[in-house]
């Protein structure tokens, strides 16, 4: 998988710790790197809002793909 430079492994696991401590769900464009909201966690190739690839996936899966 290839990512977006702006996705690090450090915004990654922020946005999974945060989607434990509060409601919010998040997910990453590997395209462009716009953080989606409202994406669920095992989310795969949803379509980004921001540059309309089908390539925003959940932070939890993000980090699964990064062990
Ligand atoms: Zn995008």
Same mark, same amino acid.
Request: charged share 30%.
């Given at each position: 998988? +290839?990512?977006?430079? /702006?996705?690090?492994?450090?915004?990654? %696991?922020?946005?999974?710790?945060?989607?434990? *401590?509060?409601? /919010?769900? *998040?997910?990453?464009?590997?395209?462009?790197?716009?953080?989606? #909201?409202?994406?669920?966690? #095992?989310?795969? $190739?949803?379509? $980004? +809002? *921001? $540059?309309?690839?089908?390539?925003?996936?959940?932070? +939890?899966?993000? %980090? %699964?793909? %990064?062990?």
């Amino acid at each position: 998988m +290839e990512m977006h430079h /702006d996705v690090t492994p450090e915004r990654i %696991l922020e946005a999974v710790e945060r989607s434990h *401590s509060t409601l /919010d769900k *998040s997910g990453f464009c590997i395209r462009c790197g716009f953080e989606a #909201d409202g994406v669920e966690p #095992d989310a795969r $190739c949803y379509e $980004c +809002e *921001s $540059c309309g690839e089908l390539a925003v996936y959940g932070a +939890e899966e993000l %980090l %699964l793909g %990064l062990i």
